[in-house]
C-alpha cells in the first residue's frame, strides 16, 4: 500500500480562529481513514481543504504522489477527491440523475437523458448503490440522498471520497447499509475518510483513526490497536464518562397528555392514528422508532405547527391543541425540531440573536418593541459559557460555526431555559462525546428538578439509557409503552419493526 | 469598525474595479480618462450648486431604495417601487392641491402621510397576499402593480380628472402651504434631504433594533426556521412588503413637494429601478442605502457635466454604472480575481 493523500502541515485561519493548526494526515490506498475530533476541532474546515473549498494559509497537499493546488472542487474532483457534505448539496426538484450528472452533463450541452441515465445505471451496478435515476430527490429517504451523494461523487471517478459525518442523520439500518457500500468501494481500492461522533462506528468501521484537538491532529492509530475510552480521552484530552449516572425515577403530576391524536400528512394519509400517552413531571418519556412512523407529524401537532385531524392535547390539565405555536412557547414549552439548519437556527443570525428566537419579545428582552441588546448579550455569553459554545464570540453568525457547535446554541436557547415540558428531537445529534456527556447531564438535571421531556431519538442507545418509559411507534400507532428499566434493545427492536406478537413472547 | 469596513469592502472594490474597466474602455476609444472622471467630479461636486443637485438627485434614490431594501431584508423582491413612487406622487399631488387655507405644518405631513399610506396599500395588499396565501411571487405581483400604477396616472394626467386645463398632459401646481422649501436658492436641493436621512436612520433602528424588524429579517433569512420559532410568517410577508411600498411612495412625494411641484406625464426618470441597485449595493443597510444613493445620483449629475467639458458621451456613466452593478451582482468573481491576486503574489515570493 502506497499514501493517496498527504496533508503537510496544513493551517487555515478564520477571523478570530485557527481552525487548522498545523494538520498532518497520511491516508493509504483502499483504507478507510476516520477521523475524530470535538465539535470545531476544524475536521469539516480540513475536509473542504482537501475537496478545494477553503484555501489554506499554508502547508501542502499530495495527490498520489503529486502536489495539489487546488483553486476550487472542480479541481479537487478532476483529480479523483470526491466528498459529500455534512450537510447535503443535492437540488431537491430534479431527479436523481439530472443531480448526478448536473455541471458534467454528458453530450455537453444538449443534456442526453438516455445516456445519463444508462451511465448512471452502469455506476450502481459497479459500486453496489441501487437507485432509481429517475426519482425526485425530494421524494427520498435521507439515506437514499446521501446515496446520490456518493454516485455524484464516482460518476465522476473518484479514489478518494470523503464522508463528513454521513451517519448523522441515518437510522441504524441504513447506517449498516452504507457500512456495505463502503466495505465495497473499500474492496475495490477507493479510500474513504469517514467522520463521525460515533466511537461505535469508528471502531466497527474504519481501519485508522486520526485524532484531532483544537485545529491540531494529536495522533494516528491503528483501529485494532485502540478502545472507545482511548479515542474518547484522546479526543477530550481529559478523562470521559460514558456511563451515566441516574437518580431515582420519581414521577409527579401529568404535564402532557395526548388522547386519541390523529394527524395527517400534506397528503391527507393519516400518519399519526388514535395515538394516546401522558408524560408526567420528573419523567422521560422516549419515543423510539424506525425514521418515518409518524414521529415528526406527531411532534409537529404537539407544537401547532401542523393541524391536527382528531384528538385533545393537554397541557397541565388545558386543552392546548387549538393554540398557536408562540402560546404554546409562552406556556413553557420548549422545542428541539430534528433540522437544526433549516428549523431550529437562522444560519445568518448571530449566536446572540439566535439564541433569543423564542423569547426576543418578552419583556426579557424588549421593552415597547425595541429589543434591549445589553440584555440580549449577557444573555448570550452566559449561555455560551454554560454550553461551551465554542468559539465564545457571540456576534459571530451561526453559519460559521461548526456542525456540533450550532446544536449547542438550539440546545442552550431551548434546555437553558428551563422549560417544564421539553421536547426534543434528535437532541445532541452531531455533538462529540464529550458533549453529550453534558447534555445528557442537563436533560437528566432538568427531570430532577421536575420538569417533563420528551425524548424523540433514532438511536436505541440514548433511548434506552435516558428514558424512564419508552414508547415505540410502529405506522403511526404506539404498539406499546415499556418500562425504562426491563426494556431490551430486542423487544424495542421487534415493536419498532411492527411485530406485537413476538415481541410478548420475549417477555416470556 | 473592523465589521464596518469589512461590510462596505466588497462594495467599494466593485466601484473601483468598475472605475478601471471605463478608464481601459475610454483609453481604448480615445478618451482620456483622467479627463472624463476629473469632469465627472466637477460635474457631481465642483461647485455648491453642483453639490446641490447631486444631493437633490440623491434623495429619491435614498429613500426609494430604502423601501427596497427593506423588502430584500425580508427576503422579497419588491421590483414594483417605481410604480409604488408614482401613487405615493398622485397622492401628494392631489392633496398638495385640492385642499386651501391648511398651515404647511398640516399640509405637508398630511401629503406625506396620505401618500405613504397609498403606496403602503398598492404596495402591501394585493402583492402582500397573494403571496402570504397564494405564494404568488411579488417579483410578478409588484411588476404588475406597477404597470397598473403607471398607466393609471397617465389616465388621470391625460385628460383624465388631475389634468390641468389646457392641452399639456400636467397636474395644477400645488398649493404654496404643500412645498418642502428649497434650501439652496436655483437648485433643486429642498429640505426633502432631511426626510431622506431621517428616514435612513429610522429605518436603520427599526431594522436591527425593534422586535419587527428582527421578525422581518428573521422571515427574510429562513421562513421555516421562522415557522418553527412561532412567527407569523404571512403577516410579516404583507407587513414588509407595504413598508416597503410605504417608503417608495414617501420618495414620490417628496420629490413632487420638495422638487417638481405638479405631476407631469413623464416625471419620473426611473428611480424606481435605479432604486434596487441602490439597494444592492449597500448590501441592503440602510445607512450604506445613503450613500450608495449619493454615488449614483452623481454619477447621473456628473455625467451631463461631462459630456459638455470632456466631450465623453454621458453613455459611459451608465457603462460604469453597469459595470458597478454587474460587480456588485457578481461578487463571486471579485473573489476569484482575488485568489488569483493572492496566489500570483505566493509565487512572486517562492520564487
Ligand atoms: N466559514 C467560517 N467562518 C468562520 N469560522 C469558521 C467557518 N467555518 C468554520 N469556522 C470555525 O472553524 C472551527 C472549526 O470548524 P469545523 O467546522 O471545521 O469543525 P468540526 O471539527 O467539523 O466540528 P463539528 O464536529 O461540530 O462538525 C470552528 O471554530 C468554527 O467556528
Ligand atoms: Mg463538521
Redo the contacts with the bound molecule.
Keep these: 500500500m502506497s499514501a493517496l493523500l498527504e496533508v503537510n502541515n496544513i493551517t487555515k485561519m ?4 485557527r ?2 493548526d498545523g494538520v498532518n494526515l497520511v491516508v493509504e490506498e483502499g483504507e478507510i481513514h476516520a477521523i475524530l ?12 481543504i482537501i475537496y478545494g473549498l477553503y484555501r489554506p494559509d499554508s502547508g501542502e497537499l499530495k495527490f498520489n504522489g503529486e502536489v495539489l493546488n487546488l483553486s476550487g472542487p472542480h479541481e479537487a474532483i478532476e483529480k479523483g477527491i470526491g466528498m459529500v457534505h ?1 450537510h447535503f448539496m443535492l437540488i431537491p426538484v430534479l431527479t436523481v440523475a439530472e443531480n448526478i450528472v448536473l455541471g458534467a452533463e454528458p453530450g455537453g450541452i444538449s443534456y442526453n437523458k438516455k445516456k445519463a441515465n444508462e451511465l448512471i445505471r452502469e455506476i450502481s451496478r459497479n459500486y453496489h448503490l441501487e437507485i432509481d435515476p429517475d426519482a425526485k430527490v425530494k421524494d427520498l429517504s435521507v439515506g437514499l440522498q446521501q446515496r446520490v451523494e456518493i454516485l455524484k461523487a464516482f460518476y465522476r471517478h473518484a479514489k478518494l471520497l470523503i464522508l ?2 454521513p451517519t448523522a442523520m441515518l437510522t441504524p439500518q441504513e447506517t449498516e447499509e452504507l457500512f456495505g457500500i463502503m466495505r465495497n468501494l473499500k474492496n475495490q481500492g477507493i479510500s474513504i475518510i469517514f ?1 463521525s ?1 460515533k466511537l461505535d462506528e469508528v471502531k466497527e468501521i474504519s481501519d485508522k483513526v486520526t485524532v ?1 484537538r483544537r ?1 491540531k491532529t494529536v495522533g494516528t492509530l491503528n483501529t485494532k490497536e485502540t478502545n472507545e475510552q482511548e479515542l474518547a480521552n484522546l479526543m477530550v484530552g481529559r478523562e470521559v464518562v460514558l456511563r451515566l449516572e441516574k437518580s431515582e425515577y420519581n414521577p409527579g403530576d401529568v404535564v402532557l397528555s395526548v388522547k386519541d391524536l390523529t394527524v395527517s400528512d400534506e397528503q391527507n394519509i393519516e400518519k399519526v392514528k388514535n395515538v394516546s400517552f401522558d408524560i408526567r413531571s420528573g419523567e422521560i418519556f422516549g419515543l423510539a422508532g424506525i425514521d418515518g412512523n409518524g414521529q415528526t407529524e406527531l411532534i409537529e401537532a404537539l407544537m401547532g405547527l401542523r393541524p391536527i385531524k382528531s384528538g385533545v392535547i393537554k397541557y397541565n390539565n388545558n386543552n392546548i391543541e387549538k393554540l398557536p405555536t408562540r402560546e404554546r412557547y409562552k406556556l413553557g414549552i420548549s422545542y428541539i425540531p430534528q433540522d437544526r439548519q433549516q428549523e431550529g437556527l437562522i444560519m445568518k443570525f448571530s449566536v446572540a440573536d439566535n439564541l433569543i428566537l423564542k423569547e426576543y419579545k418578552n419583556s426579557q428582552y424588549s421593552k415597547n418593541g425595541v429589543i434591549q441588546y445589553k440584555r440580549v448579550f449577557e444573555n448570550a455569553s452566559k449561555k455560551v459559557e454554560e454550553f461551551d459554545i ?2 465564545t464570540d457571540y456576534n ?2 451561526a ?9 449547542k446554541i438550539i440546545l442552550a436557547r431551548e434546555v437553558g431555559s428551563n422549560p417544564k415540558l421539553l421536547i426534543a428531537v434528535q437532541p445532541t445529534r ?3 462525546v464529550g458533549a453529550i456527556e453534558y447534555i445528557h447531564k442537563r436533560l437528566l438535571q432538568l427531570r430532577d428538578e421536575g420538569s417533563a421531556i420528551l425524548l424523540v431519538s433514532l438511536e436505541l442507545e440514548e433511548i434506552m439509557s435516558l428514558s424512564d418509559r419508552i414508547g415505540v411507534i410502529h405506522n403511526g400507532v404506539i404498539m406499546d409503552i415499556l418500562d425504562g428499566k426491563s426494556a431490551t434493545r430486542e423487544k424495542i427492536g421487534l415493536l419498532m419493526a411492527g411485530s406485537q406478537i413476538e415481541a410478548k413472547k420475549v417477555e416470556v | 469598525m473592523n465589521k464596518i469596513l469589512k461590510s462596505i469592502y466588497m462594495p467599494i472594490l466593485a466601484v473601483i474595479i468598475a472605475i478601471i474597466i471605463g478608464s481601459i474602455i475610454m483609453l481604448v476609444t480615445g478618451f482620456n480618462p483622467l479627463a472624463a472622471y476629473a469632469s465627472l467630479f466637477i460635474g457631481a461636486f465642483g461647485t455648491l450648486p453642483n453639490i446641490a443637485n447631486t444631493l437633490a438627485n440623491a434623495v429619491p434614490l435614498i429613500i426609494t431604495g430604502l423601501g427596497v431594501a427593506i423588502a430584500f431584508n425580508a427576503g422579497l423582491f419588491n421590483i414594483g417601487a417605481e410604480g409604488q413612487y408614482w401613487i405615493g406622487a398622485i397622492v401628494a399631488t392631489w392633496i398638495g392641491y385640492s385642499f386651501k387655507g391648511l398651515p404647511w405644518y398640516i399640509h405637508i405631513p398630511f401629503a406625506l402621510i396620505g401618500a405613504m399610506v397609498a403606496a403602503g396599500l398598492w404596495g402591501g395588499i394585493v402583492p402582500g397576499f397573494a403571496k402570504a396565501y397564494t405564494g404568488a411571487h411579488e417579483v410578478i405581483t409588484t411588476m404588475m402593480m406597477s404597470y397598473v400604477a403607471i398607466y393609471f396616472s397617465h389616465y388621470l394626467l391625460e385628460f383624465g380628472p388631475m389634468m390641468e386645463k389646457g392641452s399639456v398632459p400636467q397636474s395644477p401646481l400645488i398649493k404654496d402651504s404643500a412645498i418642502i422649501p428649497t434650501i439652496l436658492r436655483n437648485t433643486q436641493l429642498s429640505y426633502g434631504i432631511f426626510i431622506a436621512i431621517a428616514a435612513a436612520l429610522f429605518v436603520y433602528w427599526l431594522m436591527y433594533k425593534t422586535v419587527w424588524g428582527y421578525e422581518m429579517r428573521a422571515v427574510g433569512f429562513n421562513q421555516r426556521a421562522s415557522k418553527y420559532a412561532g412567527m407569523n410568517v404571512p403577516l410579516n410577508i404583507v407587513l414588509s412588503l407595504s413598508l416597503s411600498g410605504i417608503f417608495a411612495g414617501l420618495a414620490g412625494a417628496v420629490q413632487i413637494l420638495g422638487v417638481q411641484h405638479r405631476l407631469y406625464d413623464s416625471f419620473t426618470s426611473g428611480y424606481g429601478y435605479t432604486a434596487i441597485v441602490v439597494a444592492l449595493l449597500a448590501k441592503n443597510n440602510p445607512i450604506g442605502v445613503v450613500f450608495s444613493a449619493l454615488l449614483f445620483a452623481a454619477l447621473g449629475t456628473g455625467s451631463q457635466y461631462m459630456q459638455l467639458n470632456a466631450q465623453v458621451p454621458g453613455q459611459l456613466a451608465d457603462v460604469i454604472t453597469g459595470l458597478i452593478i454587474f460587480f456588485v451582482a457578481a461578487d463571486k468573481i471579485i473573489e476569484v480575481l482575488k485568489s488569483m491576486f493572492k496566489k500570483q503574489k505566493k509565487e512572486e515570493l517562492a520564487s
Excluded at chain 1, 14 to 17: A, E, Q
Excluded at chain 1, 399 to 407: D, E, I, R
Design positions: 478564520f477571523p478570530k480562529v481552525a487548522n475530533g470535538e465539535n470545531g476541532a476544524g475536521k469539516s474546515t480540513l475536509m473542504n455534512q463528513d459525518e467522520i461522533h484531532m485545529g465554542r468559539p459571530l453568525l453559519g460559521n460555526l461548526s456542525g456540533g457547535n450550532q446544536q452531531g455533538m462529540d
